[in-house]
């Protein structure tokens, strides 16, 4: 059975004050809503008091980063084991925002992805071009690095619980969104190579997510694109009607 996910990433937005609004707002607008998971992943301060609100529904908490040490001496950093306690279940990371902005190298995502399924967090891994590499038609390169970086050595038990969210960088806050031919290749391309590593039925229910300017509006055309099992959500998740309305979308297409 695939899973449907809709993920909220609040990237650096919300005071704890309006982090806990929202999520108190959200148990009440998501009654109907049985078939998708849906993951908010909010900054670290209001990790643990949205998890409070959150830890009777079915609405995941997740954080967006996490370094690979267990503790000591990283100032400005968090662990698998703070995430744990403050009630996340999931982490993105390989974030283009982090590869780019804070020129993370495959290597330490790949290091972070391992202690993460190590701790038993369901890590949320982002791969994606940025404009330069689509426009030379470098994204399958692009993709392959990333996807071998982080899948290399890695069992199929640990594959099986790892999220993919294909996110195309230059889309990413931009108002640009991939059309879904562009969206459905990547996610194709990303199943083929789960499937030589691993096998055919890994790679058909694996949740890959599309990231990338994801609006009410476009939601309905992307969701319908072959292989998109869900979304990862910037700016649109931000407000309660906009991110409740994606999901309703994605969950009247599980049957696609």
């Given at each position: 059975m695939k899973?449907?996910?809709?993920?909220?990433?609040?990237?650096m937005n919300k005071t704890v004050a309006e982090s806990t609004d929202f999520a108190q707002n959200?148990?009440?607008?998501?009654?109907?809503?049985?078939?998708?998971?849906?993951?908010?992943?909010p900054p670290f301060t209001s990790l643990f008091p949205v998890w409070e609100i959150l830890k009777n529904t079915?609405?995941?908490?997740?954080a967006q980063?996490?370094?690979?040490?267990?503790?000591?001496?990283f100032t400005?950093?968090?662990s698998a084991a703070m995430l744990l306690s403050a009630g996340c279940r999931y982490v993105i990371l390989g974030h283009?925002?982090?590869?780019?902005?804070?020129h993370e190298p495959d290597e330490l995502i790949k290091k972070k992805i391992d202690v993460a399924l190590q701790a038993n967090l369901r890590p949320i891994i982002c791969v994606g071009e940025k404009i330069e590499e689509r426009n030379a038609n470098q994204?399958?390169?692009v993709i392959r690095r990333q996807y071998e970086s982080t899948f290399a050595g890695m069992s199929m038990e640990d594959a099986r619980r790892c999220i993919i969210a294909y996110e195309p960088v230059w889309a990413i806050g931009t108002g640009l969104t991939a059309t879904p031919q562009q969206a459905a290749e990547a996610h194709a391309l990303i199943r083929d190579l789960l499937a030589d590593?691993?096998?055919?039925?890994?790679?058909?229910?694996?949740?890959?997510?599309?990231?990338g300017s994801v609006k009410p509006a476009n939601a309905q055309e992307l969701i319908t694109a072959k292989g998109i099992d869900g979304f990862l959500i910037g700016g649109a998740s931000l407000v309660e009607d906009k991110f409740v309305s994606i999901a309703e979308i994605v969950e009247k297409n599980l049957e696609k």
């Open positions: 899973e449907a996910i809709v993920a909220a990433n609040w990237k959200l148990t009440k607008k998501i009654l109907k809503l049985t078939g998708v998971e849906l993951i908010l992943c079915a609405v995941g908490v997740g980063n996490m370094f690979f040490e267990e503790s000591g001496a400005g950093e968090i283009s925002e982090r590869r780019h902005v804070f994204t399958a390169d590593q691993y096998d055919r039925a890994l790679a058909d229910t694996m949740p890959i997510l599309y990231g």
